[in-house]
């Protein structure tokens, strides 16, 4: 038994090894529980680590054709660890001066020498956080890394950066409402309504604490990576938003209004194409500080008179060519006295000139001859119409609408006739948009929206179809009626003002005046409303516009809510249905116009459709202006020295903005297209922190 | 007793401390993974306490089944085992999955699994196969150089992703030669290699440069991990420094199970720190000179078998997967405690661990196998 016990004895050997270093595992334990138990005990105490929330980056919203409507922009916090491990005292001593050189020139804040003895400071007291410089953007992040000492490394180098997100509206103020803002207990627009989509979910991250009391971030396993927001596609067009809200903004300033809002609606789909909302400010200015288009109801006034003649055309109890007796403009329902806005003049009209001249006595008094007995049959067409309810809509803060019933409290012998006119009755700017829309679709009402989708960098997530909201409020012959009436409005009747060769429009006046709470309606304060579609024999969109209380004196619905109605018409009419491409038959190459910008993104398109493209120098430029050469575009060089004050002139708006942002400015951004003009010129020396304004023209 | 004795064959003295580290394994999987469940599964803490579980009962199911095998299978098993070893290697470190930056889990059928643990115990089982067999020409090197070039390929496939693995592992199999009664001169010879073959490997890390060709490979990670350890308090990891508290302050007693405060703060408290989270929790007694006795028991144990054993293969295999059990748990217990580097190696039967419970089980199942036959054989087993 050589070879057992042989084996035995080097068993036996192991097995006291194995104990004898179980004794130096026990015993370091004692030491950490008995010799050094006060300094841990100390260390849990203050417990010097945590688990800190990482933002995630807040999803973009877009408009229709994938413009951006606001998006988060990178900046970050640079921060200072000036003992990595990489940071020899020869390694600092050699570059710190260099470091400090750029830190002056990049950063500002104090001269060179001041620089280098904070950092000097910092090395000698062993920071491990000196905050450099807070909110810097993408590109300037990128470059700190290529710097002395920072270029050893994240961890070596000691350079921390961390990233957060700004919030950026590229188009400033336009549909800023509608696109909102979404705060800790403040949700507005699609910002607050698709909030939870928008925002993604946080991660979380180790954090030690530092000298000082400030957090590092430690590398670890249990964190979490934040799951990016996802982006909402909406279905705006920034074009006709832009119109809108400008044509909105002239007449507001025109008539000295207190607000406005102008609603735009694509007949077949019920997608809203632009939402305008702008309120006086009591500087006199106008903004969007309110969603009116779908926040305020009102009385409607005499648009809500199509509604009135749907009823009498839908139930057979009156015929377009009836004729009525308009008692001179004036006539007495109990004590209380109805007027026409103008004088008739004739004694009878037919009841189709009621609607064209938008008689309130004719209109009031059909609807008595055929509802007096019966108003419940009345109201069954604002319920089949889907007006006495709320439309659903996407975003937070629609109105309720109020119609009055019989038997309820506020219901008198005079409701029903005032009703017929537009008075007793509360509706928002988006539900009477949605019902013209409906009567310009043959009857069938779609459900108004904003969303079209959501989308995870690019790949669809969910995807929002139109949806039909009443099948049909009316049968088709009807609507082609009502349509042909609305058709007379501008041919003959109200709004004649509005009539134009090129492009038909079809609508209605509204002149309301605003209700003053409990004490009836004012004499002298009005809304002024056109809602109609276009264009007249083959319906797109309609659009809805309401001005309140215009205080120059013209308060009619076709001279202050017409003209933008109009304008928004004739806009979309030059560019966005009925624009026929250049027929070339000519067989040579089209070369595209090149916006400026990130050249590496116009290249890819470029190489994708065959064009070529080469750099004017010898090396690609990273950001660049273009020109046509050929059957080539040329790329040029185009960034000057990062404290100088760049050259976006041609530019898009959003490489624009980066890099004017990336250079500390603030940017203000006018109308939309390519960059046209820029208020600071290019070469001046950078402010930070200053504004410039960019105004873009097509 | 009697129902004990009837189901649980071979020695019950290390079954005893295999069912006691199990349990205390579960409860302290239970409560280290609070934050580790908030973070990754919304909150459900039972999620990691119910795998842990399950894999904990299959662990049992197989040590029952191998406790019930001829062990002289083993020998034939490890040949097996060995060459599946040879070829699944190469494919984890060409395809396997990435988790925690290391290329060290492979797929098949569904099941991700580390493929170091599979080597580690064929590589054992087949040494002490070997060895059986060369126990005649122990002397020779002709005997030495081939399982030599075994364990040194099979360790390098290890290396380049999970060093600390293909470190313990080589150690134990130097372990298992010196047992097996390799001439020591030979030894001696190899163990002066190995420390020439270290001081070079320190010399290469601590100047290799992290951001260049070794970027994208794990050796930042050792380099870092080496010079913290080497630096002495002032570059104390996070880890370090939350485990020398969690122990510090577990105190004589612990705190009483679940009631671990380091366990948010320690990162890896459920696996790779387990036995700093296992003080804490239940204290020096219990959580450290208990379950450290558990272990030492099995391997004291499985000297019996050596002695009792007719066939030098049943003494090797049996001491053989001791030590290799024995030597990981300690090393273990030494990087928790900061006496050892940090390295990723979990407390066998203890540490939540998926896969390598099953091959941990698989080597305790062989042990036991090995002792219910020289047990049997010696009649002291009245229904045997």
Redesign the interface.
């Known amino acids: 038994m050589n070879i057992k016990k042989s084996i035995l004895t080097r068993v036996y050997i192991s097995f006291l090894l194995v104990v004898i270093f179980g004794v130096f595992v026990i015993g370091q334990i004692i030491k950490l529980q008995f010799v050094e138990k006060d300094k841990w005990k100390k260390l849990s105490l203050e417990q010097s680590i945590r688990y800190n929330e990482v933002e995630a980056s807040r999803g973009n919203i877009y408009a229709a054709n994938g413009e951006l409507l606001a998006t988060s922009l990178p900046r970050f916090d640079v921060y200072w660890d000036s003992r990595a491990s990489g940071i020899s005292n020869a390694l600092f001593e050699e570059k710190v001066d260099s470091l400090a050189f750029l830190l002056s020139v990049h950063f500002g804040i104090k001269p060179e020498q001041d620089w280098q003895r904070d950092l000097r400071k910092a090395r000698s007291q062993g920071s491990r956080y000196l905050r450099l410089k807070r909110n810097i953007g993408f590109s300037l992040a990128k470059d700190i890394r290529k710097w002395p000492i920072f270029r050893k490394g994240k961890y070596k180098g000691g350079l921390i950066l961390e990233e957060k997100s700004s919030r950026k509206m590229p188009y400033g103020i336009l549909a800023a409402r509608t696109v909102g803002f979404s705060r800790e207990t403040y949700h507005v627009g699609v910002e607050g309504a698709f909030d939870s989509i928008l925002a993604g979910v946080q991660g979380q991250r180790l954090e030690e604490k530092m000298y000082g009391g400030v957090w590092k971030p430690v590398a670890d396993q249990n964190g979490v990576d934040p799951k990016d927001g996802l982006d909402v596609y909406t279905t705006i067009d920034i074009e006709l938003q832009d119109v809108a809200e400008d044509a909105l903004y002239r007449t507001l300033v025109k008539n000295n209004a207190h607000h406005g809002c102008v609603v735009l609606l694509e007949v077949e789909t019920g997608a809203v194409k632009a939402i305008a909302n702008l309120e006086r400010q009591k500087d006199g200015s106008y903004a969007e500080t309110y969603n009116y288009a779908i926040g305020e109801s009102t009385d409607p006034g005499s648009t809500f008179k199509l509604m009135s003649f749907m009823a009498l055309l839908e139930d057979g109890k009156a015929e377009l060519s009836d004729s009525i007796d308009i008692e001179g403009g004036r006539t007495k329902y109990y004590d209380q006295e109805m007027v026409d806005a103008s004088r008739p003049k004739r004694q009878f009209q037919t009841l189709r000139e009621c609607f064209e001249r938008s008689s309130n006595v004719g209109t009031s008094k059909a609807i008595m001859a055929a509802y007096k007995d019966n108003p419940q049959a009345y109201l069954k067409h604002i319920k089949n119409a889907h007006l006495d309810r709320k439309l659903g809509f996407e975003i937070k803060g629609e109105s309720s609408p109020l119609v009055k019933a019989p038997g309820q409290p506020g219901w008198s012998g005079t409701t029903l006739p005032w009703m017929s006119i537009g008075y007793e009755v509360l509706l928002n700017p988006m539900q009477i948009a949605a019902f013209y829309n409906a009567i310009a679709n043959d009857g069938k009402m779609m459900k108004p929206y904003l969303i079209s989708a959501i989308k995870d960098a690019g790949r669809s997530i969910e995807k929002f179809e139109p949806q039909v909201l009443e099948r049909a409020i009316c049968s088709k012959s009807t609507a082609k009626q009502l349509q042909g009436l609305m058709e007379g409005v501008v041919e003959n009747g109200t709004a004649t003002n509005l009539k134009d060769l090129g492009l038909k429009v079809a609508g209605k006046t509204g002149t309301a005046q605003v209700a003053l709470g409990s004490k009836g309606f004012s004499k002298t304060s009005h809304t002024a409303s056109f809602a109609g579609y276009f264009p007249a024999y083959n319906p797109k969109y309609t659009c809805y516009v309401v001005v309140n209380r215009p205080s120059m004196g013209v308060y009619y619905g076709s001279l202050v809510a017409g003209p933008v109605f109009r304008e928004v018409a004739d806009k979309v009419y030059a560019t966005v249905a009925y624009s026929k491409p250049i027929e070339s038959k000519e067989e040579t190459a089209q070369i595209p116009w090149v916006k400026g910008g990130y050249t590496v993104e116009a290249r890819s398109v470029l190489n994708k459709m065959g064009i070529s493209s080469h750099p004017k120098q010898d090396s690609w430029p990273e950001w660049g202006s273009t020109a046509k050469r050929g059957l080539a575009v040329v790329f040029v060089e185009k960034v000057p020295a990062k404290s100088k004050v760049p050259n976006v002139i041609g530019w898009g708006l959003r490489d624009a903005v980066y890099i004017l942002e990336s250079r500390g400015l603030k940017v203000r951004v006018q109308g939309y297209g390519k960059v046209n003009t820029q208020s600071i010129p290019s070469g001046s020396q950078i402010i930070k922190g200053s504004t410039i304004l960019i105004r873009l023209k097509p | 007793m009697q129902v004990f004795n009837k189901y649980f064959k071979g020695d019950r003295l290390i079954w005893l401390c295999i069912i006691f580290l199990s349990l205390i394994g579960v409860a302290g999987v239970y409560s280290a993974t609070g934050?580790?469940a908030f973070?990754?599964k919304g909150g459900d803490t039972e999620y990691y306490l119910l795998k842990h579980t399950v894999f904990v009962v299959v662990g049992f199911i197989i040590m029952y089944f191998c406790q019930m095998m001829d062990y002289r299978y083993f020998s034939r098993i490890a040949q097996l085992l060995l060459i599946l070893s040879f070829i699944l290697l190469p494919i984890t470190l060409l395809l396997g999955d990435d988790t925690?930056d290391a290329t060290r889990r492979l797929t098949i059928l569904g099941i991700s699994f580390q493929t170091s643990d599979l080597a580690k115990v064929s590589l054992i089982m087949y040494i002490s196969r070997y060895l059986s067999k060369k126990?005649d020409k122990t002397h020779e090197f002709s005997t030495l150089w081939p399982i030599l070039a075994c364990i040194v390929v099979i360790c390098l496939m290890i290396a380049p992703e999970n060093l600390s693995t293909a470190l313990v592992l080589f150690a134990t199999c130097f372990?298992l030669l010196?047992?097996?009664?390799i001439n020591l001169k030979y030894l001696g010879g190899l163990f002066g290699a190995m420390l020439l073959a270290a001081t070079l490997g320190l010399v290469f890390l601590l100047n290799v440069d992290?951001?260049g060709w070794a970027k994208s490979t794990r050796i930042p990670t050792w380099k870092?991990r080496v010079?913290r350890y080497m630096g002495g308090d002032e570059?104390e990891s996070?880890q370090v420094?939350?485990a020398?508290?969690a122990?510090?302050?577990?105190?004589?007693f612990g705190k009483g199970p679940g009631k671990s405060?380091?366990r948010?703060?320690l990162?890896?408290s459920y696996s790779d720190f387990m036995f700093a989270f296992l003080?804490e929790e239940y204290g020096?007694i219990i959580g450290?000179?208990g379950i450290?006795l558990a272990y030492?028991l099995i391997?004291?144990r499985t000297?019996r078998i050596?002695?009792k054993s007719p066939k030098?293969f049943g003494?090797?295999l049996a001491?053989g997967l001791g030590?290799f059990l024995?030597?990981q748990a300690?090393i273990h217990?030494?990087v928790s405690?900061?006496?050892l580097p940090v390295t990723g190696l979990t407390l066998p039967l203890v540490s939540m661990g998926g896969t390598s419970i099953i091959f941990n089980s698989i080597a305790f199942g062989a042990i036991l196998s090995v002792s219910r036959f020289i047990d049997e054989k010696e009649g002291d087993v009245p229904n045997g």
Do not use: W
């Open positions: 934050s580790l973070a990754l925690n126990q372990l010196f047992l097996g009664r992290s951001d870092a010079e570059g996070v420094k939350q020398k508290i122990v510090s302050t577990g105190g004589l405060t380091q948010v703060f990162p890896h003080i020096l450290g000179i450290m030492l391997l004291f000297i050596v002695i030098a003494a090797l001491v030590f024995c030597i300690f217990m030494g405690v900061s006496l």
